[in-house]
């Protein structure tokens, strides 16, 4: 099994609802990663856990409120976002030692709609 | 710091032509480079990879080679076809962070029939 599964595809939320999104990896990396990607733009680091453990936080805003349950799955929860934080969002997950010899395995996102 | 920088697109191309998306990086120590393609609607898929100098990364009939004294890293293939048509990103990771990447602008490939 060598996919990152990312739930759901598609999510639409009002700028008060709570909601996360939810991400699983079964590779045995025990690194994973969230990313922003706006629309023709790369993909933006928010947040990477290594072992569990949250390694960097990129500066994000505290209504994004990243949980690593287990070395298996990752989960983003979201509250009181802004019509500003529409985009895809993009979970990923690599070896934490050498994430550089192998790169990333990314999911398909979930495209989040806030209205 | 670190860096990446690519080629402004789209690229337009006829089917079979000759592609080459140009990416030179800046980086502080040695750092591996990437190629990643983004399909529409999908997320980012490993296209290739060089983790030292002078290696070239090869997957699909894509190549690309790690050139230090020019730090660059361009993405080359012989034939291109349709579905080639997608986002190309260079990257790279952080030398002294493994589990930090950094990602050039993203180049859009239209091949056209």
């Known amino acids: 099994d060598t996919e990152v599964t990312q739930t759901p595809k598609h999510l639409v939320m009002g700028m008060t609802n709570k909601k996360s999104l939810k991400c699983e990896q079964h590779?045995?990396?025990?690194?994973m990663y969230w990313y922003k990607q706006k629309a023709k733009k790369p993909p933006e680091l928010m947040f990477v856990?290594?072992?569990?453990?949250?390694?960097i936080n990129e500066s994000v805003p505290s209504r994004f409120s990243p949980e690593c349950p287990n070395s298996s799955l990752l989960n983003l929860h979201l509250h009181a976002l802004q019509p500003e934080d529409s985009a895809l969002y993009l979970c990923?997950?690599?070896?934490?030692?050498?994430?550089?010899?192998?790169?990333?395995?990314f999911g398909s996102g979930t495209r989040l709609t806030v209205v | 710091g670190n860096s990446v920088t690519q080629m402004e697109g789209p690229v337009t191309l006829s089917e079979e032509a000759f592609l080459t998306i140009n990416c030179t990086y800046t980086?502080?120590?040695?750092?591996?480079l990437f190629w990643y393609v983004q399909y529409p609607g999908e997320g980012l898929q490993l296209l290739l990879k060089?983790?030292?100098?002078?290696d070239k990364g090869s997957n699909k009939g894509f190549e690309a080679t790690y050139r230090k004294e020019t730090t660059s890293f361009h993405l080359e293939k012989g034939s291109v076809q349709v579905s080639d048509s997608a986002v190309y990103f260079c990257?790279?990771?952080?030398?002294?962070?493994?589990?930090?990447?950094?990602f050039g602008s993203g180049t859009k490939l239209n091949v056209k029939p």
């Open positions: 990923a997950s690599s070896q934490p030692e050498r994430g550089d010899l192998g790169g990333y395995t």
């Open positions: 590779m045995g990396h025990r690194a």
């Open positions: 856990y290594s072992y569990e453990k949250l390694s």
């Open positions: 980086a502080t120590g040695y750092p591996s």
């Open positions: 060089a983790t030292k100098a002078d």
């Open positions: 990257a790279l990771s952080d030398p002294y962070n493994f589990n930090k990447f950094y």
